[in-house]
Structures are given as C-alpha cells and as structure tokens.
C-alpha cells in the first residue's frame, strides 16, 4: 500500500462518527469513509461543510431536455405534414402534452443513472487499495490520504476513536 | 400479543448470510418446476409460430372483436407491474419501512411483468417484423406517428415505463450485487465484480447515489400513475359503449395496484415459506398487503358502481343496452364471476385474522388475478361484440393458438422470476439493513 494511506476498520456507527470528528479536527481532509448501508449519522458529519450532491442538477436538465425534445418533436413533426384528423387542430398541444411528459419521465430518469454513474465514479474497474470485504457486511472503514509523515498521526487517531483494525 | 413474537433482531452480518443463502443451489424440486414452466413456454411459443405463419385468423381474430385475448392480457400484466413501483417508489417517498424486505421482489415483478406485457402489442400486431414502425424515426417522406393517437401515446408511456422500472430496479439492485460479490469466489466473483460496477459504499457513492434514488422514486410515482391512465385512454379515447368514460384512468390505475397487490402476494408467500424468510418477511407485512388489497378493492367496487350508474344515469341508450348485454347474455357469467373476485372475496380480509392467515391470502389473491383478468376480458370483448350497430355485432371465443400464447406468457413470467431469484438478492441487503438498529458501541437512548 503507499505511503500516506491509512485504513481503520471500525464496528460501530458511533466509533466511525467519533473517528471522522477527530480527523477533521486534526486537519485531515481527504478521507473516504466507507459503509454497507448509508448511515444519517455518518451522513451529518459529512455533510456538514459540503454542499449539496448535484444530482438533481442532471435530473432537472434531462427532463427538461425531455420536455423540449416532446414538444419539438411532436409539433415539428405534426406541421411537417399538416395532416388534419378528427377536426383537430394539426398542432394539439393536450396529446403532445403526455409525448412531453413520458419524454421528461425518460430523459429525467436516464440522466439520474448518468450521475450516478460520473458522480460515483462508476464503473469502477479495481477495487480501491483502501477496500475491505467487510464494508459490505457489518463493517464501517474510514480511509485516510495523507502525507506520510502524517500517517502516524492518523493510525493513532483511528485507533483511539475505536477502530478494531488500523491498516496502512 | 405473544411474547416469542419478539426475537432478537437480526444483525447485519444476518441479513447478509440469509439473502445470499437464497442463491445457493437449487433444489431438484426447483428444476422439476423451471422444467414444466419452460415446457408450457415452449407451447406459447410454438403457438405464436404458427399463427405468425397461419394469419391472425388462427387467433380467432374476427370483426368486431380484433382486440379479444391479446389486449385483455396486456392490459393484466402491465396492471401487475403497477404494485411493484407503487411499493418501490410511492411507498418509498412515504417512509413506509415496512416495504423494504418485499420491494425487491415486487420491483423484479414489475420489470418482468412489463416485458411480458411488451410482447403482446407485438403478437397482437401480426406482422411484428414491422414494430418500429410505432416509433419515430427520421425517413425521407416525412411519415411521423399520429401523436394524437392513444396507441402512439401507450408506445410512449409503456417504453418509458419499462425503461426506468429496469433503471430503477438495477441501480437498487448495485449495492446489493456488491455485498454478493464480496462473499463469493471463483467465476462468480467476476461476474458479480462486473455487474456491481465496482460499487464500494464510499461516502461519495452513497451521496449521489441516496439523492438519486430519491430522485428516481419522485420520477417513477407520476410516471405509474400515468401509464396506466395512457392504457385506459387506449379505450377511453374510443366512441364504443362501455369504453367512452372520463372514469377510466383512475378506474384502471386502481385496478392496476389491485393485481399487482395479488401477484405480490403470489409471490412472496412461497419465497418466505420455502427460504424460511421469517424474520424479514412477517405477518405484519401480509397484514399491510391485505390491507392495501382491501382498499383497493372498495376503491375498484366503488368504480363498479359509478360504471353502472353512468351507463344507467347517462339516459344514452347504447351504453344501457351494452351494460344490459354484458350482465345478461352471452358474457354474464364472465361479467359477475369479475364481481364475485374482485368485489366480495376480498372482503374477507376486514378480518385481521385472514390479512395473516396465509392460505387464505393466497386464495384471496388467486381470486383477484383471475378477477381482475376477467375485468379486462369484460371491458374488451363484450363491449367490442355489442356497439351501436346490429351488423357489428358478434360473439368471440377463444382458441387454442391464443389461449396457448396468453397461457405462455405466464409461463414466461414465471421463468424470468423463477431464474431471478437464483442469481440475485430477491430481499434487498441494503435496504432492511437500514431498518435494523445501527451497530453502536455505547448504548445510549
């Protein structure tokens, strides 16, 4: 493992949340913290001096883009051949309303995946160095990058807050 | 309440261990199963075959009733998928915990439904080798599809719908594959590794990923309400008695969550029986889909009413001779066997011993999906042989080459939902996870 990455395993949701106060208040910044299930405790902290994920961003252009796609398309293709059916005005605007939904539920949905996907850093091809089997079961793991003078000084802090493991 | 109804919670390394037992090697019982649903499969197939090479005549397609078992059958399976998005997504922005053991199978059952139901527009069509001609597409003459028309509307809703049910119901799925990954070996690991995406529970993943699907679940609830409200407007846009009613698209979205709350049912009380899923999947939660059958059921019973009154009210005499047609003759017996399921045999359930009494919801739910099959046959068929004209009117029974293919797609259902749960968590480790008290090392209250 290089130099400057330290691991703490941890059993508990209240060790992990004390490790990651104690980091932060050692100057430690760049840590990932892993978890099987996402924890609202773990979350708050983190949580506290970032701001807020950008998902929604994707979501809102996608179904806009949506929105525009399905009334683009149905009154561009509608005046294309100005066919009159029914007595209806060629360009209906109630009908080409559900095109526009189903389109802004499509295009919303598919580009939620796309930020999940770059946001996430997804797909992942190996597995991080910092990575441990257990995260996925019962095991929290706080993974911290550092210079490696500091190293110590986070194994230590991991261990204090309660960690069962400290790995570097 | 007894006391042995309070046994320690399960942990997290429990919930681990009991879902990924459920993808250990199948029993012969289980072959024996695969093997007699794949046969009748391969009997709906064989039957689409052969209509494909005889004509649609060989499905008994005859004016006036073109639509007869395809439609019916469609309209049943994209109803069924409804419950599984309303449970996956609806009861979700809710915070109904209870939902969490049986969302997973519920969402399996929608995605699976819908691509059942996605195969019958194309059977019914005939000519399927000329499907994309429901989609738009860029061609030199200008050709586009009549966006005022309901089918062009249904192409829309049906493949949005499919498309993020499937979305929806893998990236659920991601964290879930991970934790299988990590407790396998060999080749299984490597396709585990590949389908997780290399999922790792990093505080970044979770971030985007909760915010997500929070975001999905707001996508997917107007999304279900929609569709089936697109389908009813199938019949609902039409001139024809019986079909021509601003009630349709609540009508069949309750009847939609209806079904669907059966099939559930269907479904989840085996798996619970036979992989001991106890813990997770217990009376409470039969107790809740009992209780939402019920109320969907009034809900439907009501609509029943209102259906017969406006025929009655309206003074129109051709939806009071299709509504008279429909109780009295030729389809009568189709018409109140609709009632008798969907209607009263649910009423056993205000009985809070029969909402946990599992022979009894299993019977229940059979009922409703017959029922509910039926509430479509009654819509589509008779409606279709009794309209405004005498020259149009006509009787339409099955036959083998249709019956073969509706009764192969169950079979075609089953096989998806039965393979499945052999290769994929069908309760999600994740999220009963995160109803289970967190791992903490001081107890504090």
């Known amino acids: 493992m290089a130099a400057g990455r330290v691991l703490g395993v941890f059993a508990h949701v209240d060790t992990t949340v004390m490790a990651i106060r104690e980091l932060r208040a050692q100057g430690f910044t760049d840590f990932t913290v892993y978890s099987p299930v996402p924890v609202e405790e773990i979350e708050a902290v983190l949580e506290e001096n970032r701001p807020v994920s950008p998902v929604r961003l994707f979501t809102l252009i996608g179904g806009l883009t949506g929105t525009i796609t399905g009334f683009g398309l149905t009154i561009w293709s509608a005046l294309k051949w100005g066919l009159v059916t029914g007595g209806k005005p060629v360009v209906s605007i109630p009908p080409f309303v559900i095109i526009a939904f189903e389109l802004t539920i499509l295009l919303g949905g598919l580009s939620t995946l796309l930020a999940i996907l770059v946001l996430g850093k997804l797909p992942a091809l190996r597995r991080s160095p910092t990575y441990d089997p257990r995260f996925t079961v019962d095991h929290f793991g706080v993974a911290v990058t550092c210079s490696p003078d500091r190293a110590d000084a986070a194994g230590r802090c991991l261990s204090q807050a309660g960690a069962e493991e400290v790995r570097r | ?445």
């Not at chain 2, 609902?236 to 009847?255: E, Y």
């Not at chain 2, 099959?373 to 009794?386: D, M, Q, T």
Request: charged letters at 15%; hydrophobic letters at 50%.
């Open chain 2, 1 to 445: 309440m007894s006391q042995e109804a309070a046994p320690r919670p399960p942990t997290y390394a429990d919930v681990n261990r009991d879902v990924i037992r459920t993808l250990e090697p199948p029993s012969p019982a289980y072959f024996g199963w695969m093997t007699v649903v794949a046969l009748i499969l391969a009997a709906g197939i064989l039957a689409w075959t052969y209509q494909i090479y005889m004509g649609m005549g060989a499905a008994g397609k005859r004016t006036p009733q073109m639509w007869a078992m395809y439609i019916t059958t469609f309209v049943f399976w994209i109803g069924i998928g409804h419950a599984g998005t309303l449970i996956s997504a609806i009861l979700y922005l809710f915070r109904a915990r209870w939902r969490t053991s049986i969302y997973r199978g519920a969402e399996a059952m929608t995605v699976f439904a819908v691509l059942t139901a996605g195969l019958f527009p194309l059977i019914h069509a005939g000519r399927m080798w000329f499907a994309y001609w429901l989609l738009p597409y860029p061609n030199q003459r200008y050709l586009w599809p009549n966006f005022r028309s309901p089918l062009v509307w249904d192409v829309f809703a049906i493949s949005t719908y499919l498309t993020i049910s499937v979305v929806f119901f893998c990236v659920g799925l991601l964290p879930d594959i991970a934790a299988i990954r990590d407790a396998s070996t060999g080749w299984r690991k490597k396709i585990y590794g590949v389908l997780s995406l290399g999922w790792e529970g990093t505080d970044r993943q979770w971030r985007h990923y909760r915010r997500a699907y929070g975001l999905f679940a707001s996508l997917a609830t107007p999304l279900v309400l929609s569709v089936h409200s697109v389908v009813s407007w199938d019949f609902a846009m039409a001139l024809v008695p019986g079909w021509h009613s601003t009630l349709f698209a609540p009508f069949f979205v309750d009847g939609a969550i209806f079904s669907g709350f059966a099939m559930v049912l269907v479904l989840i009380i085996p798996m619970r029986y036979f992989w001991n899923l106890y813990p997770y999947i217990t009376d409470k939660h039969l107790d809740a889909m009992g209780k939402l059958i019920l109320v969907t059921s009034l809900v439907l019973s009501y609509f029943y009413v209102c259906e017969a009154f406006t025929a009655w009210y309206s003074g129109d005499h051709f939806e009071r001779a299709s509504l008279f047609w429909k109780a009295t003759k030729s389809y009568a017996w189709a018409f109140w066997l609709q009632y008798f399921c969907n209607s009263l045999a649910p009423l056993v359930l205000f009985r809070k011993r029969a909402r946990t009494h599992t022979p009894t919801l299993y019977v229940v739910s059979i009922l409703v999906l017959i029922g509910m099959w039926f509430e479509r046959f009654n819509i589509i068929v008779p409606s279709l042989g009794h309209d405004f004209y005498p020259y149009t009117w006509g009787i339409y029974w099955p036959t083998v080459t249709d019956t073969m293919i509706v009764i192969g797609s169950f079979a075609w259902f089953f096989i998806l939902f039965l393979g499945f749960i052999k290769v994929m968590p069908s309760v999600s480790i994740v999220e009963v996870k995160e109803t289970l008290p967190h791992p903490v090392k001081e107890a504090h209250h």
